[in-house]
């Protein structure tokens, strides 16, 4: 049993804290009520980011001393919306918000995982027709294979889960949400993931 803090309490929050509660853990969950998301980080052994990624720089290096040697596992996509309200384009290109917050948070091991799939596969893989991939980004060996355990806890199998290395990775799969406006207006909003096959 871990002590856990969603940070976001929409579809992705929601959806994952309903998922971890039933799997066993303690989850607290923070909305953006002044002081949720430092009390719930405060006393959470692994504080996951569920907010948009707009902004959410700002918010968790204001929590700097609350996630102060925690795992940050950072699910959320950082993009500039296009008229129509879908991501458009990125809004760190060349970069990446989890190597953003790792630069600004050096005391925490953030890890990106669950952002290249919309947010029912993240608790459901095994639903899809095809097997899906959820990959890791991180510096800290340690803290990716505690966050790839939280995974298995939510239906992933280990041999869908792929390491890609440190958060320097991170760019890669942060850059797939540009497949999602496409994705989207081709197919609405019936669950998909990026795939790795061989
Ligand atoms: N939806 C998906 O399928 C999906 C898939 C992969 C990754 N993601 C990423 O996951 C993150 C959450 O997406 P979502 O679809 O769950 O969004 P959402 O349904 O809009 O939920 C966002 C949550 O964050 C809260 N929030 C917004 N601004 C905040 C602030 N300034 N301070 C604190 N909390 C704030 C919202 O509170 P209010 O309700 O009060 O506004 C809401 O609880 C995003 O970064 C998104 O890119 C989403």
Partial sequence: MTTIAVLGNGRVGGNLATALTQAGHEVTVADRTPGAAADA???????????????????????????????????????????????????????SLAEQLQEALPETHVVKTLNTMLFPVMTAPATLTQTPTAFLSGDDPQAKQTVGELLTDLGWHKEWITDLGGIQTARATEAAILFVPHMIRS??????AISITR
């Fill in 187 to 192: 197919s609405g909003f019936t669950p998909f």
């Fill in 41 to 95: 980080a405060r006393t959470a052994q692994i504080i996951i980011n569920a907010t948009p990624g707009t902004g959410s720089l700002d918010r968790l290096v204001a929590l700097r001393e609350e996630l102060r040697d925690k795992i940050l596992v950072d699910v959320s996509n950082a993009t500039v919306d296009g008229p129509d309200g879908l991501p458009a384009d990125l809004i760190y290109p060349g970069s």
